[in-house]
Nanobody, 118 residues
């Protein structure tokens, strides 16, 4: 199984930056894709960005050119989300996600709150 711990959220003014970090442990060999999702109050959880084992990235249209996802597979599996030019509409709880083809399931971090003030 896989455990995820995400961190790095906070309060920032519009136009500012934050960097989220997610660290995976456990059966990290089984992870294919890692990514970030977010959920704003009263809205469904949505994909922000993800990156697969070959380094291919995918972004939601709303964050393209502002957010950058990266992955470190050196010793542990970490995934980062650099968020620049933040907007109030980026306010949400951000969740790290890891997809395991071997186990046929997704794993989730506990979530980290990002609040962007106008």
């Amino acid at each position: 199984q896989v455990q995820l711990v995400d961190s790095g959220g906070g309060l920032v003014q519009a136009g500012g930056s934050l960097r989220l970090t997610c660290e995976a442990s456990g059966s990290i060999w089984s992870i294919s894709t890692m990514g970030w999702y977010r959920q704003a109050p009263g809205k469904q959880r949505e994909l922000v960005a993800d990156v697969n084992n070959r380094g291919i990235t995918n972004y939601a249209d709303s964050v393209k050119d502002r957010f950058t996802i990266s992955r470190d597979n050196a010793k542990t599996t970490k995934v980062y989300l650099q968020m620049d030019s933040l907007k109030p509409e980026d306010t949400a709880v951000y969740y790290c996600n890891a997809a395991s083809i071997h186990y046929g399931r997704n794993y989730w971090g506990q979530g980290t709150q990002v609040t962007v003030s106008s």
